[in-house]
């Protein structure tokens, strides 16, 4: 082995991962790999503790993160690894509960590792029949994702410190950092000394030692254009996730959106309030000189009463201000059917909100009634999804009227995300206007033929999947059986049920 500059002989010790094979025999065999610059594409970790910090902790931790963040690259670079990563770990999760800290890596984090990771190291690792993930990062963050997306079969990696009442003290429990010769001995530990993994797989000199106890041990070299792995070829997509950051939140770009606060908290208010208090009508030019673009496309249709009863307007759902713009895109003032939207959304919104109980009788009596005096719009998978998906169609608007128009809308935010399932729901239009560039996208498809409703002799469920279909095929979304329980069993725990001791009213300002 040639010796030379720090690194330099250890490179030529082992080959890169683009010569290592992916074959059917990989299948009985086992992988070991390492996670930042290994099966991850980014070499660096921040990103995800300013995710938990943000997140979990709040404004206030994540800008004391940012601040040590220059700290903990010098202690990484020039002190030793273990210290700069134990500084990250102490700031990001000291005081906060374990619960969040498993809630933040099971419905934030999976979205941004799912987009960074390593075509090349996938493809290897994918081939194998026993994964294995050993890493510096705390266990409690990854393994969510690795476990769930990926089908590792185990995660090995830092152990947090928890006190009895389940809150993390920011250090560490014994051997600390997983790192160097610490991988090697977890190796050890988890599979003795005689049977070890068949392929190990790292990106730096410090993943030397556990390298050594594999069969055949592979470099990831650093490369700024290695391609992400197909989202399509993971185990399972990242269809539900939470959190308010679109952007992957790297120093630069936390930097910039903590410095945007307060300049979108403000413009926030101002869009707010020019929403509430301008006529309809004069709407959508002054969101234009305000930064906030609505496109239409397609012809909205005339508000016109067939048969006695209005026209059934069923839209995709994206954010809470879904009827909000379809009715700037139509030019009038729609009634909205909703779920569990807050009730200052209710207070502030204005159109009509009808809120429903999710008690199949009283809500189709309840939206009978409105669509015998005018129009209505509903959204029918009953809660919002963020990716290019559409949840199961309920089929109770089917039964209701056969005059349907399928709306299909979308948005794109720059900054913050306008829908939460952890979060608090009334800020979510705060957070939507906070955006420097937010869209809007609605697109009228054409008014159901007679014979593909139930007045035709349809069922009601294949109204819905019919509906379903001409949507997400308009958008260039996928249709899924998924409901908002599986949503908010994914990302909460819970069925996502809501009280509703208050839902006969309705509201109009």
């Avoid at 609505?294 to 508000?303: E, Q, R």
């Avoid at 809120?355 to 509903?378: F, H, I, P």
């Avoid at 054409?446 to 819905?464: F, H, Q, R, S, Y």
Wanted: proline content about 6%.
């Amino acid at each position: 082995m040639m010796v030379g500059r720090k690194g330099k002989a250890w490179i030529k010790r082992y080959d890169v991962i683009a010569n290592c094979s992916s074959e059917n025999s990989r299948f009985t065999q086992t992988v070991v790999t390492d996670l930042d610059g290994s099966l991850m594409r980014g070499r660096s970790s921040f990103p995800y503790f300013m995710l938990l910090a943000f997140e979990g902790g709040g404004i206030i931790r994540a800008t004391l993160l940012l601040l040590l963040a220059p700290c903990c690259w010098f202690l990484y670079h020039c002190v030793s690894e273990e210290a700069g990563i134990r500084l990250l770990i102490f700031v990001s999760c000291v005081g906060l509960r374990e619960k969040e800290i498993q809630s933040v890596a099971r419905a934030v984090l999976p979205k941004f590792y799912s987009e960074d990771v390593h075509s090349e190291t996938w493809r290897v690792v994918s081939s194998f029949g026993k994964r294995y993930l050993l890493t510096a990062t705390p266990r409690i963050m990854v393994e969510p994702f690795a476990v769930t997306y990926l089908g590792f079969d185990k995660v090995l990696g830092t152990e947090l410190h928890v006190t009895k009442s389940g809150i993390a003290t920011g250090l560490l429990m014994s051997p600390g950092v997983l790192i160097g010769k610490k991988k090697a001995a977890a190796l050890r530990c988890e599979f003795g000394d005689t049977t070890m993994p068949d392929v190990g797989i790292g990106d730096r000199l410090s993943d030397h030692p556990f390298l050594s106890l594999c069969l055949e041990g592979y470099i990831v070299p650093p490369d700024k254009h290695a391609k992400a792995a197909s989202k399509n070829k993971l185990l399972k997509p990242v269809i539900f996730h939470d959190g308010r950051l679109v952007q992957r939140p790297t120093p630069l770009v936390a930097l910039f959106t903590l410095l945007w606060l307060p300049i979108g908290f403000v413009l926030s208010f101002v869009r707010m309030i020019v929403g509430v208090l301008a006529p309809t009508k004069t709407l959508r030019p002054i969101f234009r000189v305000l930064g906030v673009s609505v496109i239409v496309k397609g012809t909205p249709p005339a508000a016109v009463k067939e048969d006695g009863k209005g026209i059934l307007f069923v839209c995709t759902h994206r954010t809470v201000l879904d009827p909000l713009f379809l009715a700037i895109a139509l030019n009038r003032v729609v009634p909205a059917a909703t779920y569990s939207i807050s009730r200052l959304a209710e207070i502030l919104s204005p159109i009509v909100t009808v809120r429903l109980t999710r008690n199949r009788q009283r809500d189709a009596a309840k939206m009978k009634s409105l669509l015998e005096e005018g129009e209505l719009v509903v959204c029918p998978e009953g809660t919002t999804c963020r990716e290019p998906f559409l949840l199961r169609f309920s089929a109770l608007f089917a039964e209701l009227s056969e005059h349907i128009v399928p709306v299909a809308i979308t948005t794109r935010m720059d900054m913050f995300y306008a829908n939460s399932a952890r979060g608090l729901k009334w800020v979510d239009p705060l957070f939507f206007f906070m955006n420097s560039k937010p869209v809007y996208e609605i697109t009228f498809l054409d008014v159901l033929p007679k014979e593909m409703t139930c007045a035709g002799g349809m069922d009601p469920i294949n109204v819905a999947n019919n509906v379903q279909k001409l949507l997400a095929g308009s958008l260039g979304f996928e249709c899924t059986h998924l409901t908002r329980k599986e949503k908010y069993m994914d990302l909460c725990g819970s069925d996502g049920s809501v009280s509703m001791s208050s839902s006969s009213s309705s509201h109009r300002i």
